[in-house]
Structures are given as C-alpha cells and as structure tokens.
C-alpha cells in the first residue's frame, strides 16, 4: 500500500462549483499534513496546513479525520485560476521528510 | 526574505559533462532538500541535508553528488548524466526535518534539466 494515496483525477468542474479531494494516509505515526498547490511546469507552493481540528482559508477548507488516516480539500466557488495539480503531503514526527501523494488534477472551466 | 533561490533555471548538458546546481536560502532554515521531479509525477526525494550534515541519502546514484557548503547554500553536482535523468530538479527548506506541524517546505522555482 503507498503511503500517501489521492483521487486519481483530473476533475473537470465548471466555475462557481464546489470540488472535493480526498487523501488516505497509510503511517498512522504520522502528525503534520500539508495540501500543496502546483501549477503546471512551475515548484510546489504550500496551499495550507491541515490540523486536527479542520481549518478554512477563504474558499478553501481542509479536514483531518486521524481515526481514518483521511485528509480533505474542499474548494468552493472554483475559479479558473484554481485550475492546478493539488499533492496531499504527508510527515511523521522526527527526522521524516515530507511524502507526497501521487496529486490530483483540477481543471476549472468556464 | 522568504525565497528559496536556485540557478540555473534550465539546464542542458550532454551525458560527459560535469555541471553544479545551486541553491540557496537566507531564511535560517537548518534543513535542505534536493528533490527530482518528472512530468505528471509527484517529487521524489533525493537528498536530506540537516544542520549541514546529510542525513538522508535515498540511494541516489553516485553520478548525483550533494554538497552543503554552509547553511544557506546547497549544491548537486552531476556527472556523466544519462537521458532518464532529465527532470525538473527542485531544492526546498523547512526549519528542521519533520518539526512544526505549522510548518512546510518552501521550494525553489527548480532547474530544468535535459540530457542529451
């Protein structure tokens, strides 16, 4: 089983819809969990930590549900600048790297 | 200053040559990365540097040749590259290996490399 594991995509949605991702994570030692963006031919860019208690940055919602090792992004009123590759990421405590999931394509149209 | 800096942006070099990738940080992050990435897949993790020490070494081959000279500055040096290694080569930073939950990796813009 890999370790960090998303929806394989690409999700096509038009603008204003609301878009969910999902993540399962199979190390249950490990604490912090990331939801980065990347656009196409561009780095990583961190889009926002993930916490215990779920937190929203504007349209952008993330859950941690640790009983399930599950992870959640939910983007409501899509823009087309929404438009990316989304990577679940993954780290234990200690000396651990971060481990990326495989990313999930979302492509907005109008 | 919150930026990952890495040169050259791209980079072609023909499988005898010898060329250095750079990167640098002045954020007083005391982890370094080097991570290869390849078209639609996610990145995969080459080398850990902590506190100018490596500590991770994910059986890289020796034709990839990690440097820390001091704690703003990473460098890969490469040597007698083959094709398959073309790929987007991506340096980041973290304060230290796995801490903060608050914390990520902040990436480099990466350098594009093509073998010919």
């Known amino acids: 089983r890999k370790e960090v594991e998303q929806d394989p995509g690409p999700f096509n949605v038009p603008e204003g819809a609301t878009v969910a991702f999902n993540c399962t994570y199979s190390n249950s030692a490990s604490q912090s969990f990331f939801w980065y963006r990347q656009d196409c031919r561009k780095e990583p860019k961190l889009l926002m930590s993930?916490?215990?208690s779920g937190n929203e940055d504007g349209r952008f919602t993330a859950q941690l549900n640790r009983a399930s090792q599950y992870i959640s992004l939910l983007i409501r009123d899509s823009k087309l600048s929404d438009s990316a590759t989304y990577l679940c990421?993954?780290?234990?405590?200690?000396?651990?790297?971060?481990?990326f999931g495989k990313g999930t394509r979302l492509s907005v149209i109008a | 200053d919150t930026e990952v800096t890495q040169t050259p942006k791209h980079l072609v070099m023909g499988m005898t040559n010898k060329k250095s990738l750079k990167c640098e940080q002045h954020?007083?992050?005391?982890?370094m990365y080097w991570y290869k990435q390849k078209a639609k897949k996610p990145p995969e993790l080459m080398f850990v540097y902590s506190y100018e020490k490596l500590s991770i070494n994910e059986s890289v081959p020796s034709r990839f040749s990690p440097e820390c000279p001091n704690s703003s500055l990473l460098n890969l040096h490469l040597h007698a590259l083959q094709p398959e290694d073309s790929a987007l080569y991506l340096c980041?930073?973290?304060?230290?290996?796995?801490?903060?939950?608050?914390?990520?990796?902040?990436f480099g813009s990466g350098t594009r490399l093509t073998v010919v």
């Open positions: 954020m007083g992050h005391r982890a």
């Open positions: 990421v993954v780290t234990s405590s200690g000396n651990t790297p971060l481990v």
């Open positions: 980041a930073s973290s304060q230290v290996v796995g801490e903060s939950p608050r914390s990520g990796y902040t």
């Open positions: 993930v916490y215990s």
